[in-house]
Structures are given as structure tokens and as C-alpha cells.
């Protein structure tokens, strides 16, 4: 699986996104409130993130909450495992919708 880190997308196009993401990783380790975990989970869509600041307390069961002291590796640990085999990368340039994780291709 490879990922890629996107420029950023038009305000209009950002709730789409979120909502097509098999899950979000907000890897703060440091929130005042968590507005993408918010936009999200309003979408459905399951957040991942550090047990810091209020993350805990707001995405609750929308997701899971990794032990800080786990580093980086425990946010993507925590993320869905897909059987093998059942799952192929999308088109160059496409995105993937309910993926095993959102993958960008160039």
C-alpha cells in the first residue's frame, strides 16, 4: 500500500473526502478541541488518535484512542486490517472510497 501526502483540497471538496476515508489519523500530540476528528466522524467515518487533550472525551466511540507513550506506530497499528488479497491499489490518481485506508497514487 502506498500513501502520499496531498496538497490541500477546496473547502467545498473537504467533507467529501472525509466521509470517503475508511478512517482518519489525527496524529496531534497536542489538541484544544479536535475539528477534523469532529468533521470526521460527522461523516462517519472512524478517527484514530492520541489519548491527549480532549480527543478522548470527544470522539468517545467514534474511533480509537492510542496511548501516547505508543508513538505514531500505535495510530497506525490501530488502524482496519483488510484480509489478504482483498484489496488493490485504486487507478493512478485516483483516491480510494471505504479502502483500507485512504491511498493516494501519483
Given amino acids: 500500500m502506498r500513501a502520499a501526502i496531498l496538497p490541500g483540497l477546496p473547502w467545498h471538496q473537504v ?4 466521509a470517503a476515508s475508511a478512517v482518519v489519523i489525527v496524529p496531534s500530540l497536542a489538541e484544544t ?16 488518535a492520541f489519548d491527549v487533550d ?7 466511540g467514534g474511533g480509537s484512542i492510542v496511548a ?9 497499528r490501530a488502524g ?3 484480509p489478504i488479497g482483498s484489496w488493490s491499489p485504486p487507478a493512478p490518481g485516483r483516491y480510494s472510497a ?6 493516494a497514487t501519483s
Fill in 15 to 18: 467533507a467529501g473526502w472525509l
Fill in 54 to 60: 480532549h480527543l478522548p472525551a470527544l470522539i468517545g
Fill in 80 to 82: 482496519p486490517r483488510p
Fill in 98 to 103: 471505504r479502502a483500507p485506508g485512504l491511498v
Fill in 33 to 48: 478541541f479536535g475539528l477534523v476528528a469532529l468533521e470526521a466522524m460527522a461523516g462517519g467515518t472512524p478517527v484514530i
Fill in 68 to 76: 501516547r507513550e505508543h508513538g505514531h506506530v500505535g495510530l497506525i
